[in-house]
Nanobody
Framework: QVQLVESGGGLVQPGGSLRLSCVAS????????MGWYRQAPGKPRELVAA???????NYADSVKGRFTISRDNTKNTVYLPMNKLKPEDTAVYYC?????????WGQGTQVTVSS
């Protein structure tokens, strides 16, 4: 079992920045990929950004150029600095990890972009 704990959400004005972090713990052999998804009210959960253990990345088109995912494999941690935030970025952000063929999810952290 893998546990994921997110931090870094909050309220920010449009154009501002936040940095999300997620730490994985538990019985970890090798995490293949870690990333972030988000879900806004009334919308399906969507991929924001993900990174494999060998550094390949995948981003939603809506965040390219504003968000940059990074990983510290030695700490089983993934980061998501988010810049130039927009009201449409408002959502609950979930950390995801794929380990041993299983999907694991964090409890989610709220990001609200509003003036």
């Amino acid at each position: 079992q893998v546990q994921l704990v997110e931090s870094g959400g909050g309220l920010v004005q449009p154009g501002g920045s936040l940095r999300l972090s997620c730490v994985a713990s538990g019985t970890i052999v090798s995490i293949y990929a870690m990333g972030w998804y988000r879900q806004a009210p009334g919308k399906p959960r969507e991929l924001v950004a993900a990174m494999t253990s060998d550094g390949r990345t995948n981003y939603a088109d809506s965040v390219k150029g504003r968000f940059t995912i990074s990983r510290d494999n030695t700490k089983n941690t993934v980061y998501l600095p988010m810049n130039k935030l927009k009201p449409e970025d408002t959502a609950v952000y979930y950390c995801n990890a794929i380990e041993g063929g299983h999907d694991y999810w964090g409890q989610g952290t709220q990001v609200t972009v509003s003036s």
